[in-house]
Nanobody, 124 residues
Framework: HVQLVESGGGSVQAGGSLRLSCATS????????MAWFRQAPGNEREGVAA????????SYADSVQGRFTISRDTTKNTLYLQMNSLKPADTAMYYC??????????????????WGQGTQVTVS
């Protein structure tokens, strides 16, 4: 049974940093793609960053490239999103997602079959 539990959200001033965590269970990073998505009120869910199984190749949305870093710790079964130089436009609910599919588009939510409950990030 796959479970994803996010934490680490909060309120921060523009230019600040936050690190989101996603505690995972019931999956292995060697076979699951993992990603962070976000959704602001009135907007569609947007792929932010993804990490592929195995070697851990990463992919980022243009809007966060160079500011956000996705990583995973296999010893702690935890996925991270380090967010630096935050902007008000980054304000959203952030979701951790996992995909057991073997061929995916990394930042497309349709390919992910497990989701966390979300953690709110507010940048002012």
């Amino acid at each position: 049974h796959v479970q994803l539990v996010e934490s680490g959200g909060g309120s921060v001033q523009a230019g600040g940093s936050l690190r989101l965590s996603c505690a995972t269970s019931g999956l292995t990073y060697s076979t699951y793609s993992m990603a962070w998505f976000r959704q602001a009120p009135g907007n569609e869910r947007e792929g932010v960053a993804a990490i592929y199984p195995g070697l851990g190749t990463t992919s980022y949305a243009d809007s966060v490239q160079g500011r956000f870093t996705i990583s995973r710790d296999t010893t702690k079964n935890t996925l991270y999103l380090q967010m630096n130089s935050l902007k008000p436009a980054d304000t959203a609910m952030y979701y951790c997602a996992a995909s057991s599919r073997t061929s995916i588009q990394a930042l497309n939510s349709r390919f992910y079959n497990y989701w966390g409950q979300g953690t709110q990030v507010t940048v002012s």
